[in-house]
């Protein structure tokens, strides 16, 4: 989407939040709109107003956790995604950001735990068994770093070798 487009959206759903505060899609549409244009502080301040406006619109933490990520705030990314989770128990990207989210701070348990659950929700999110595969690594157990590896090799070729040098650049670190 081209950024003039993305601007005549911006302006368009601005208009609409002024005249319907209250609409709590449109504010998060205007954070993923700035979120696109790299404008993570307005993002910010539309996922936190969708929040204010409707405290139970998941999709608004997921926003939020993104621009968190984008502005280098690991533990705010945890916890918005968190709060996610807590409103839409069965959304397999939530789990799987608050997955990627914890790997990069080094929270390898919380990762692996919160990875398999979104594998187990959708087994096609081939970037979480990526991932997956980069916690167990960290976590120290290369076997079942390998047998993720195996699955992506099967399932995203790309993503598998991609997992499989790691392990390798793991192995010889030893």
């Not at 996922?47 to 998941?58: G, R």
């Not at 918005?80 to 701070?105: H, R, T, W």
């Not at 594998?119 to 047998?147: E, F």
Request: glycine share 6%.
């Amino acid at each position: 989407m081209s950024e003039e487009l993305i601007q005549q959206m911006i302006a368009r759903w601005k208009e609409d939040v002024r005249r319907d505060p209250n609409d709590h899609e449109t504010w998060a549409a205007l954070g993923s709109a700035y979120g696109e244009l790299h404008r993570y502080d307005d993002a910010l301040a539309s996922f936190k107003q969708a929040i204010a406006v409707n405290p139970k619109y998941a999709e608004a933490y997921l926003g939020l956790g993104s621009t968190y990520g984008f502005l280098r705030r690991p533990q705010d990314k945890i916890k918005a995604f968190q709060e996610a989770i807590k409103l839409k128990p069965d959304n397999a990207v939530a789990y799987a950001n608050l997955g990627s989210a914890c790997c990069k701070v080094g929270q390898y348990k919380d990762s692996i735990q919160a990875l398999r659950e979104a594998l187990r929700l959708d087994p096609t999110l081939y970037d979480a068994r990526l991932v997956l595969g980069i916690a167990l690594l960290g976590s120290g157990d290369i076997g079942a770093a390998s047998r993720e590896c195996a699955a992506l090799e099967r399932d995203a070729p790309s993503l598998g070798a991609q997992l499989r040098e790691l392990i390798r650049q793991s192995k010889s670190a030893k």
